[in-house]
């Protein structure tokens, strides 16, 4: 896999809205977090048109930085870690299961590629890659104490060995996935995202996900059930059925360059019959 340093740095930070390349510091790192998930989208029109999702660097540089492209989390995260990497904070990937609406002990797939910081003394997980319930502040890891974000409030209880990630929705705690330290590889990495990108069983092969944050707002797309989160607020959901329609509606509120696929239209007006 690429290097870190082959990254353009200079335009993944003008994209972010800097300037000069912030110091590693906790305020900076929370800033950077807040302003990824509010810049580049979850988003899965890859895995929707089946077609492949190289994770190889210079691939994500190039769909996220270069063609107006989100993704999902092993090439948000991956491209975060090594703008962390490169502005000098001691972080490295790790990788969890995913549980959120179903039974949290439950073994699924390695799918979900996250960051852990070491900072201060303190270790810390930053993750801009999971979608609508992506957490918009990096979260202390050795505290079980209700952590408050710009968002909904989240905690991290310890079990064995492993950690399960929880936020407060609706005055209940839910898990959303349960991960551990394990020192990952590349090959780990691909395995997950070959599976995510090409497997039956996958919730993403021929589905669109989509979600961008905003200041105190949640915009998620799940195929044609458009909604919008507001903190405390009950949610505004509606359902699309035109493929023109979604097609304006990732431009206009996700801010994403549709790609150039010849089957783009007739898949999403497909997906919206289903």
Not at 210 to 232: D, F, Q
């Amino acid at each position: 896999m690429s290097q870190p340093h082959l990254m353009d740095f200079d335009l993944y930070l003008q994209q972010l809205g800097y300037s000069r390349p912030p110091a590693p510091t906790l305020e900076n790192l929370r800033e950077l977090q807040w302003r990824h998930v509010c810049r580049f989208a979850f988003e899965s029109l890859s895995t929707l048109l089946q077609v492949p999702v190289p994770i190889d660097l210079a691939s994500v540089e190039r769909k996220i930085l270069h063609e107006g492209r989100g993704g999902y989390c092993y090439e948000l995260n991956q491209s975060f870690l090594a703008l962390l990497q490169h502005l000098g904070y001691e972080a490295r990937g790790i990788t969890g299961r995913v549980v959120m609406g179903g039974p949290e002990d439950a073994l699924t797939a390695r799918s979900h590629r996250l960051t852990l910081l070491h900072l201060d003394g303190q270790r810390y997980i930053a993750d801009v890659g999971f979608g609508g319930m992506v957490p918009t502040a990096p979260l202390r890891l050795d505290t079980e104490e209700e952590q408050a974000t710009p968002h909904e409030p989240y905690r991290i209880t310890r079990r064995e060995g492993s950690y399960t990630l929880r936020a407060k929705v609706a005055e209940q705690w839910r898990a959303l996935y349960v991960f551990d330290l394990q020192v990952q590889g590349d090959v780990d990495y691909e395995m997950g995202n070959w599976y995510v990108s090409t497997h039956p069983d996958s919730p993403f092969l021929g589905q669109l996900k989509v979600a961008l944050i905003g200041p105190g707002v949640r915009r998620t797309l799940n195929n044609g059930s458009y909604a919008l989160h507001r903190v405390g607020q009950p949610s505004e959901r509606r359902e699309i059925t035109e493929a023109g329609e979604l097609m304006r509606l990732l431009q206009d509120e996700f801010a994403l360059r549709l790609p150039n696929h010849p089957e783009l239209r007739r898949v999403i007006g497909q997906l919206l019959e289903s």
